[in-house]
Nanobody, 126 residues
């Protein structure tokens, strides 16, 4: 089970840190991704960190503002979001897929991921 938290209301230019905590399994051998879904839009891949070497990947529109990180000791993954924009408003989900399935990869396709958190709402508005 994954539990996402840390969402909230923030002004444009502000920051939030999302957390994704796992229970019932350890994240060491999983690639972890963040997705988001804005109102009326399809779910969108945002970022991912792989298991093998900790490589990180980002959607182009966030790569200079967001940072994904993992702390295996805390069985958690984080998404630090800086310089937030109104277009970042969405429900953010964390998702995991075993390296048995993806190896060292970090696929941007939601259908690949087998474990999902419940989502946390991020609203960027003045």
């Amino acid at each position: 089970q994954l539990q996402a938290s840390g969402g909230g209301l923030v002004q444009p230019g502000g920051s939030l840190r999302l957390s994704c905590a796992a229970s019932g399994f350890t994240l060491d051998h999983y690639a972890i991704a963040w997705f988001r879904q804005a109102p009326g839009k399809e779910r969108e891949w945002v970022s991912c960190v792989n298991s093998n070497d900790g490589s990180t990947y980002y959607l182009g529109s966030v790569e200079d503002r967001f940072t994904i990180s993992r702390d295996n000791a805390k069985n958690s993954v984080y998404l630090q979001m800086n310089r937030l924009k109104p277009e970042d408003t969405a429900v953010y989900f964390c998702a995991a897929v075993s390296t048995v399935v993806v190896g060292g990869g970090c696929p941007p396709r939601d259908a690949v991921y087998t474990n999902w958190g419940q989502g946390t709402l991020v609203t960027v508005s003045s």
